[in-house]
DNA sequence: CTACAAGCTCAACTTAACTTGAGGTCAAGC
DNA sequence: GCTTGACCTCAAGTTAAGTTGAGCTTGTAG
């Protein structure tokens, strides 16, 4: 075990807390990327590991993996992000992060009011008429909060 | 039209503002109620705007429907919810609301720290070490933010 | 009384993010 | 040298929350 360089799924899946299926998975994606050895299974190098360690911290910060595969695409192939790529990409989804919880707060504040109202009047709520809600486009499943 | 106690699906999905073919969803959900007509149309009374107002309300906070329909469920059937039951229910979302808002602040704040640490080592990173993470159990698709 | 809008049911499709399973290969221990 | 565990591919399943469409019935306005 000389070249610790190399990672195969399993010990990627191991030391990144995802499932092999779903490193497969962001593979599919473009999410991260690998090469072959000579009987065809995967190798990793280590910029594996920042990579899914940035998909994971985005995705719990509310981030879709399309998003999150957009952010990653704008980042060095095959390289370990710098401390000045993971600049740019926090910065920007704390940014999201921070609208987020502005809609959150809004939408408590709001419940706040309607528990002295009894909301006896849907159509004066202010839930129910604040026109400012949560993005939520297009046909299919939305994603709850997320957007 | 001397009845307006009764409201047909169409009626309810325009006051409603949510989709004919949402309204059965929920039905089939058991979040809504309908008695039928003679000709197997659906009557609502006037409390379904009331439900289907809370659950809108309930699905912008992030709340599932699963979730919604247990509360739904404990409300009394075919009955107007009153202040009373709306009181219960939007203090409950409330509180739910604001530990969402801690765990967003937390992740915010995690990131802000990365912002200067460039998370150069990764298992020293908070976000990456909170043991605190937005709950994501179970198989299949997870809901991202909410939870 | 006959269109035509509105309803009804049921099945299939959608998106996101994976997981599970089937069927086959590779590598390392005994 | 063969068995066992890790890999591989590809297809299909899962959940949430609905939407879309087909095929058929109702109800209402002219």
Redesign the pocket.
Known sequence: MAPVTEL????V?MRSG?????????EA?GLIR?H???????RYGRDVLRRVAI?KVA?EVG??????GEALASLPEGRTPTRDDWNLLSTAWRDGLDHKIAQLKKLRDGLTDCIGCGCMSIDKCPLRNKGDRLARE???????V?G
Chains 1, 2 share one sequence.
């Open positions: 195969t799924v399993g010990q899946a995802v499932a092999v299926s779903a490193l497969h998975f962001y994606r690998s072959r050895t000579s009987g065809n299974q995967r998909i995705q981030i879709s993996l399309a998003e999150i297009g046909t299919g499943a939305r994603r709850l997320a």
